[in-house]
């Protein structure tokens, strides 16, 4: 059975999507991304969350307020992916908490594995973003243990068009910083910069040194 939703339309995001398309390069080498950028924000495009429980379970009234009735993790329906959603308490998911990127894995960190524990942070851990991962998946949030770092097309799917300051889905993921979030992608040609995502207006991605702190948030793969 398909869990409890809100759909929500998404209008008014095609200019913006548009921009960003121009930015992304040769069609060629992003088919996918672009083809993921019309699905969400193209006419007549919707997102369609469902809020989460402590267990990973679908909220009973959906149209919950967070401070009443608080939520732990956003699954979007539409990409299949399930999202951290921040808090306001000080403890290991505020929102206000930053991590410097750092991959040491040689495979994956475009030639430069960039900075431990660089951020400002709590929940006694090194903040940086593997250390970060790795605590969350050690929490188990919303009852599993496969949380990762997002690619910038992944953080690129939660931007919402319409809002700015923060550029999202307020009503789904409260306690989001106007700010540029880190992603899993470093940038091979520059090793020691790695891709963000920006939520103040959400037009681009763009690259930063990994010595520099930004917030995160965590996905993970939807059953």
């Known amino acids: 059975m398909k869990p409890a939703s809100q759909t929500v339309a998404r209008s008014g995001g095609t200019i913006a999507a548009g921009l960003v398309l121009m930015m992304l390069g040769p069609a060629s080498a992003h088919a996918d ?32 307020i967070y401070t009443i009735e608080p939520w732990t993790c ?37 030639g430069a594995p960039g900075m431990r524990d660089g951020g400002e942070c709590g929940g006694g851990i090194a903040c940086d973003t593997q250390a970060y991962v790795a605590a969350v998946n050690e929490q188990g949030l919303c009852g599993y243990s496969d949380w990762r770092m997002p690619t910038r097309d992944e953080l690129r799917s939660i931007v919402d068009y319409r809002a700015s300051f923060p550029a999202i889905d307020g009503d789904h993921f409260p306690n989001t910083m106007a700010l540029s979030y880190w992603s899993a992608d470093p940038n091979p040609t520059y090793p020691a910069y790695a891709w963000h995502t920006d939520f103040r207006f959400g037009l681009a991605n763009y690259y930063y040194f990994k010595n520099g702190p930004k917030p995160v948030r965590l996905v993970r793969d939807a059953d």
């Open 74 to 110: 956003v699954r979007d329906n539409v990409t299949e992916l399930v999202w951290e959603v921040k808090t306001i308490d000080g403890g290991l998911r505020d929102q206000g908490h930053t991590y410097t990127w750092y991959n040491p894995d040689p495979q994956a960190n475009g």
């Open 33 to 64: 991304e672009a083809e993921l950028l019309r699905a969400i924000s193209g006419p007549g495009a919707s997102v369609d969350y469902t809020k989460l429980d402590d267990a990973g379970q679908p909220l009973e009234d959906q149209g919950a």
